[in-house]
């Protein structure tokens, strides 16, 4: 550029070209009714209380620093361990010594972590929810005072393998074999998709898995193990599009010898290792309800603030009518997992409802946020800008615990009584 060329532009354009700094975690100014039908007014207090420590938390140690870590596809594990301060870390599993956390307040803490980020959610849904929970509901007393409590605490991180390189929906195919020793059992195996399972072998930290396999009776039997046993190594999965702040493994157990108080006392067949599935499910409908939250919040910050002809992009009628339907979309999972949730309390939950819920919640949610990242229109592919990490983590939400066609075959057989998982 000449002298000149530079003092005309400089002429015209004295303070540069800048595009404003939008706010789109809604706040302050910009904050966006989340709640447009009231679903949660009458949350009590203590449910609300964990809802809101969820939701500082997010907002003050979460969404400051995640970007940096999605785009790096790098773990926070600093998270794992304040999560566990701030008694976020339990999913509603309740052990002496620590508050009790309902149902409800388990769904509320999931939804404001996803909210902000599906990933940290996800840390939950993997470390509380599966095995924290398999060591709770399955385990002896010992085993919950040595593996339990350290997980609820967030200084053991833990992992939940149950899936395989060659059984993923089909996951009561599981080919990991447990051969029963002298004071023992020796596990042979590969499991694939496990969240924290590489970090006692990548980064040398204490860590432990509940690991499912195959008795030599063919019954699946649950196990927890240190990953620091001789003979389980463990790759980080690189290249993900989703979650890419936090681990997944492919796990290799050789010859992995683990002793007889490794073996969880009640997980003698699938169907417990079902029933802690069964109780983990409406948590992924939470999720999704958080992250379909995050989604719209962005959409309608960045409406109110972008300019496009001359006025907000709020402004226009077809803006206005999308975000009507994402709002829509929204309300209506908030409704489903809250009433979910209530027949979860009243032990009334059958497994189609909840699969209902998951079904439904995970396709809204890739809608929300497919609608959002468009409404951001170039920024909506910048990491930086929210919407495009939502969109992105929703697809692991629709695939993880059940793919969505896994819970349409569920649902679909209790509306015709015919099972079409094969043939
Ligand atoms: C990010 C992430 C985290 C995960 N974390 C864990 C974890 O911590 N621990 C763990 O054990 N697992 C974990 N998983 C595994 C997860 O539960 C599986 O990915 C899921 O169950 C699907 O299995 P799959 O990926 O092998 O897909 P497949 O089972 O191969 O399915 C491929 C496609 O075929 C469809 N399909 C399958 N069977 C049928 C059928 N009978 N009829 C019609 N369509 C069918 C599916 O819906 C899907 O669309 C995780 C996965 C992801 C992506």
Same mark, same amino acid.
């Given at each position: 550029?000449?002298?000149?060329?530079?003092?005309?532009?400089?002429?015209?354009?004295?303070?540069?070209?800048?595009?404003?700094?939008?706010?789109?975690?809604?706040?302050?100014?910009?904050?966006?009714?989340?709640?447009?039908?009231?679903?949660?007014?009458?949350?009590?207090?203590?449910?609300?209380?964990?809802?809101?420590?969820?939701?500082?938390?997010?907002?003050?140690?979460?969404?400051?620093?995640?970007?940096?870590?999605?785009?790096?596809?790098?773990?926070?594990?600093?998270?794992?361990?304040?999560?566990?301060?701030?008694?976020?870390?339990?999913?509603?599993? @309740?052990?002496?010594?620590? *508050?009790?956390?309902?149902?409800? $307040? %388990?769904?509320? #803490?999931?939804?404001?972590?996803?909210?902000? =980020?599906?990933?940290?959610?996800?840390?939950?849904?993997?470390?509380?929810?599966?095995?924290?929970?398999?060591?709770?509901?399955?385990?002896?007393?010992?085993?919950?005072?040595?593996?339990?409590?350290?997980?609820?605490?967030?200084?053991?991180?833990?992992?939940?393998?149950?899936?395989?390189?060659?059984?993923?929906?089909?996951?009561?195919?599981?080919?990991?074999?447990?051969?029963?020793?002298?004071?023992?059992?020796?596990?042979?195996?590969?499991?694939?998709?496990?969240? @924290?399972?590489?970090?006692? *072998?990548?980064?040398?930290?204490? $860590? %432990?898995?509940? #690991?499912?396999?195959?008795?030599?009776?063919? =019954?699946?039997?649950?196990?927890?193990?240190?990953?620091?046993?001789?003979?389980?190594?463990?790759?980080?999965?690189?290249?993900?599009?989703?979650?890419?702040?936090?681990?997944?493994?492919?796990?290799?157990?050789?010859?992995?010898?683990?002793?007889?108080?490794?073996?969880?006392?009640?997980?003698?067949?699938?169907?417990?290792?079902?029933?802690?599935?069964?109780?983990?499910?409406?948590?992924?409908?939470?999720?999704?309800?958080?992250?379909?939250?995050?989604?719209?919040?962005?959409?309608?910050?960045?409406?109110?603030?972008?300019?496009?002809?001359?006025?907000?992009?709020?402004?226009?009628?077809?803006?206005?009518?999308?975000?009507?339907?994402?709002?829509?979309?929204?309300?209506?999972?908030?409704?489903?997992?809250?009433?979910?949730?209530?027949?979860?309390?009243?032990?009334?939950?059958?497994?189609?409802?909840?699969?209902?819920?998951?079904?439904?919640?995970?396709?809204?949610?890739?809608?929300?946020?497919?609608?959002?990242?468009?409404?951001?229109?170039?920024?909506?592919?910048?990491?930086?800008?929210?919407?495009?990490?939502?969109?992105?983590?929703?697809?692991?939400?629709?695939?993880?615990?059940?793919?969505?066609?896994?819970?349409?075959?569920?649902?679909?057989?209790?509306?015709?009584?015919?099972?079409?998982?094969?043939?």
């Amino acid at each position: 550029m000449t002298q000149d060329q530079q003092s005309q532009y400089n002429e015209t354009f004295p303070d540069g070209v800048t595009e404003p700094e939008y706010e789109l975690y809604g706040r302050g100014e910009h904050a966006v009714d989340v709640d447009p039908a009231g679903v949660f007014a009458d949350v009590p207090d203590e449910d609300a209380e964990y809802r809101q420590r969820a939701r500082e938390f997010s907002l003050t140690e979460v969404a400051p620093i995640i970007d940096d870590y999605w785009d790096r596809a790098d773990y926070p594990l600093q998270l794992v361990r304040r999560l566990g301060e701030l008694d976020l870390l339990r999913d509603g599993v @309740n052990l002496d010594g620590f *508050p009790h956390q309902s149902r409800l $307040a %388990a769904g509320l #803490v999931n939804m404001e972590l996803a909210r902000v =980020d599906a990933s940290v959610a996800t840390i939950v849904g993997v470390q509380g929810a599966l095995a924290l929970r398999s060591v709770a509901d399955k385990g002896s007393q010992e085993q919950v005072e040595r593996w339990a409590r350290p997980m609820a605490t967030g200084e053991l991180p833990g992992a939940f393998a149950l899936t395989e390189p060659t059984h993923g929906s089909d996951s009561v195919g599981l080919g990991t074999r447990a051969t029963r020793v002298s004071g023992g059992w020796v596990l042979n195996g590969e499991k694939k998709w496990i969240g @924290n399972g590489s970090l006692g *072998p990548q980064l040398g930290l204490e $860590a %432990a898995s509940v #690991v499912w396999a195959r008795d030599d009776d063919g =019954d699946v039997r649950g196990f927890v193990v240190d990953q620091a046993s001789p003979g389980y190594s463990a790759e980080t999965i690189t290249g993900k599009l989703a979650l890419r702040a936090i681990w997944q493994a492919h796990i290799t157990l050789k010859n992995m010898f683990v002793p007889d108080d490794a073996l969880l006392a009640d997980a003698r067949s699938f169907k417990d290792t079902s029933q802690v599935l069964f109780a983990t499910r409406l948590g992924v409908a939470w999720s999704a309800v958080g992250a379909a939250m995050g989604a719209y919040e962005t959409a309608v910050a960045y409406a109110k603030q972008r300019e496009q002809f001359g006025r907000p992009l709020a402004s226009s009628q077809i803006v206005n009518e999308r975000l009507a339907r994402m709002q829509s979309e929204m309300v209506q999972i908030q409704l489903l997992a809250r009433h979910c949730e209530r027949l979860e309390a009243a032990g009334a939950l059958t497994g189609p409802q909840a699969s209902l819920a998951k079904y439904s919640s995970t396709r809204a949610a890739r809608s929300i946020a497919a609608n959002a990242r468009d409404l951001l229109g170039g920024n909506g592919i910048l990491i930086g800008n929210r919407a495009a990490r939502h969109f992105a983590d929703v697809e692991a939400l629709h695939t993880y615990e059940g793919t969505e066609t896994v819970q349409a075959l569920l649902i679909g057989r209790s509306v015709t009584g015919k099972s079409t998982f094969t043939g």
